[in-house]
Each structure stands twice: as C-alpha cells, then as structure tokens.
C-alpha cells in the first residue's frame, strides 16, 4: 500500500490510477491522515502488476549461464546506440 498527499496525488494522479489498476492500494492522505483510496472497478491487469512480475521473477529466475551484469548490459547498449547513429 502506498500513501501520497492531496498534492502530490493532484500532481500525479494518472500514474496513481495506472497503480491502482495494477493492483496496488493507492490511499489519498490529508494533513497525513488518510482520506481516499483509489481501487480498480474491475479486475486487476496481473500483466501490468508489478508485484506479479516480481513473483514471477522470483519463481521463474534466469539460468546463470542467461545472467549478465549491470555493467555487460550497459556495454550492450551502448553498443547499440552507437550503431544508430
């Protein structure tokens, strides 16, 4: 669950909504008391949850000979944007 004040909700309520949709529980605070919360009319988008993904990450890891490094993956891209160009 996660808490956000009327200003900061006012100042991004699509991607509040795009959480909500994805089945996170959005609560609308006042002055750090809650007063809103933001669900889904209908049933939750499990491919846009984040919390599915990280399950399904933590069920479903890489063989370690898949598993590369932060750094090998910015050298990969790296790579690519170069040849954009």
């Known amino acids: 669950m996660t ?3 009327v200003l900061e909700a006012r100042n991004s309520l699509s991607r509040l909504i795009a959480d909500s ?3 996170e529980d959005v609560v ?3 002055r750090g008391k809650p007063v809103a ?3 889904p009319i209908g049933p939750v988008d499990l491919v ?3 919390r599915f993904l990280v399950e399904w990450i933590e ?3 890489l063989p370690r000979r898949l598993s ?3 750094a090998d993956l910015d050298a990969q891209i790296a790579e ?3 040849s954009w160009e």
């Open 3 to 5: 808490n956000h004040n």
């Open 21 to 23: 949709q994805a089945g």
């Open 28 to 30: 609308i605070t006042k």
């Open 37 to 39: 919360k933001l669900v």
């Open 48 to 50: 846009r949850s984040g």
């Open 59 to 61: 069920q479903d890891p």
């Open 68 to 70: 590369r490094s932060a």
């Open 80 to 82: 690519s944007r170069d």
